[in-house]
């Protein structure tokens, strides 16, 4: 699944172009420190410019998501998000600014981004996921990044990755405290269902809405989301495959738990 070429996007997509991963000579100096990383050096490059990432959600998780995603090379980005940029989005939205208020979340996210990485190949999606377009949005990805702010959202596109044998990074961020795990779809590896089976009922989980939440805890998880999707396109380290990082800013704590398959778990139990 890695670094291959997928069939086409979904038709509703805009900007859709094919990356090239050919290491330039303004490539090579923009991409320098990654380069002289071991891990990655210039086999590595190639394949982050080769490679195409779907993120859904551009607000305070999918904004420092994308930016890094970009800064790092990555070179095709499908943004997913059916919002308008508002005032009350500015505290943790760093893709968005003033000037953008009323305008569609996907539009100023890609601006921002082909400012700072004018090579980058972006594909803009201002719909709401349904069932319907699941698996068109996320068709030919090499990895899926859940930024979203919902359950029913996340339990979506979670299913759809899973059945897809698409890698996903998922992140959940409220008040000071964030999680995050990575789901690779394989053989006694744990599904999204395995550590929560089931949406909690409406009105049960609190929202940022409700309780509010730290800006800088959603950049510090979707940066972190794009540590791991780097990760998983590269294949190397150690992802969170079978872990979920919890993180406390207020008491300053971070820490890891174990995720194991569940053999009753609704999705992946019986494969």
């Known amino acids: 699944m890695l670094g291959r070429d997928g069939p086409d996007p979904p038709p509703r997509a805009r900007g859709l172009k094919r990356t090239d991963s050919e290491l330039t000579p303004e490539a090579r100096r923009r991409f320098d420190r990654n380069i002289r990383l071991a891990a990655v050096g210039e086999a590595g490059q190639r394949r982050l410019l080769a490679a195409r990432a779907a993120i859904v959600g551009a607000g305070g998780l999918g904004s420092a998501a994308i930016l890094y995603l970009a800064a790092a090379g990555v070179g095709h980005l499908r943004i997913v998000d059916a919002e308008r940029v508002e005032l009350s989005n500015f505290n943790r939205q ?15 996210a890609r601006e ?56 996903l990074v998922s992140a959940a961020v409220l008040r000071f405290e964030g999680q995050l795990l990575t789901v690779i779809p394989a053989e006694r ?31 510090a998880l979707g940066a972190l989301q794009a540590v791991e999707a780097i990760k998983v396109i590269l294949g190397i380290g150690r992802t969170l495959a079978h872990r979920l990082l919890i993180y406390n800013g207020l008491e300053a704590t971070c820490r890891t738990v174990k995720r194991t398959r569940d053999p009753a778990c609704p999705l992946c139990g019986g494969s």
Do not use: M
């Open 94 to 108: 760093i893709l968005h600014g003033t000037a953008d208020l009323g305008r569609p979340k996907v539009e100023s």
């Open 112 to 167: 921002t981004v082909l400012a700072r990485a004018p090579a980058c190949h972006i594909e803009t999606v201002s719909e709401r996921i349904t069932p319907d377009n699941v698996s068109q949005i996320i068709t030919g990805c090499d990895v899926v990044l859940d930024c979203t702010d919902n359950f029913p959202t996340r339990f979506l596109v979670a299913d759809a990755c899973w059945r897809a044998r698409v890698p």
């Open 189 to 219: 590896s744990p599904c999204y269902r395995c550590l929560l089976p089931a949406p909690p009922p409406p009105g049960e989980s609190p929202t940022a809405v409700d309780v509010g939440i730290l800006g800088a805890v959603a950049g």
